[in-house]
Each structure stands twice: as C-alpha cells, then as structure tokens.
C-alpha cells in the first residue's frame, strides 16, 4: 500500500501562489492509482479540490478552485503537485493527498485507499 507525504504548505498573502507536493514514501510507488487533493477548514468538513487519473490525461476539479488551481503528476518520481494560484483567505485548510485506484471513487467519496497526513495552507487577508 502507498504511503504519502505532503510538503508545500504555509503562509501567503491573498493573491499569492503555493505549490504542494505528495510523494510516495520511499520505496513505494504510484503505479496505477488515481491521485487527489482535498482540504479541510477549520470548523468545516473536508471537501474535495482535484484529482487526476494514473496516465494524467484526466483532471477534475471542484467548481470553487476551477482556473487557479491545477493538479499534475510526474509518475517517474512518484509524485503528485497542486500549483494554488490566486489564493484567497477562503483557502486556508488543512491540504491532504489521496490515493486509490479508482479515480471516479476520487471524486465521489472519501472513502479512498491512502491519505496523507496533511500540510497547512493560511491565506493572510
């Protein structure tokens, strides 16, 4: 089974880009997975932000981050990117990276296979 790690996470003005990160821990790969990223505000419930499927020909993306967030996968070194741009104090959340085989169960629960531990994102106002 896949392990994840997150990095990317911080501080940012409103307006301001980050780019995060999930890798594979070492030794693991993410051959034929499905990858997705999904944050959680304080306070609310996690919610979905984008996936991409294993070939990185498919991208989804929730409605709320459509245009400045893009999701991307280099699969030779078994990571996943989340490039945030245009940030705005509405994103601030805990960021997770997920995993499963299934890039429709991605996008439809969060009942997936692998999930990272998550990197804080603060957008300052």
Known sequence: ???????GGG???A??????SCAAASGRTF???S????????GKEREFVAAV????????YADSV???????RDNTKNTVYLQLNRLKPEDTAV?????DLSVSRMTSSFDLEVWGQGTLVTVSS
């Open 53 to 60: 499927a294993w070939t990185g020909g498919m991208t989804y």
């Open 66 to 72: 459509k245009g400045r967030f893009t999701i991307s």
């Open 95 to 99: 960021y997770y990276c997920a995993a």
């Open 35 to 42: 990858m997705g990223w999904f944050r959680q505000a304080p």
């Open 15 to 20: 307006g301001g880009s980050l780019r995060l």
């Open 31 to 33: 051959s034929g997975y």
């Open 1 to 7: 089974q896949v392990q994840l790690v997150e990095s």
């Open 11 to 13: 501080l940012v003005q």
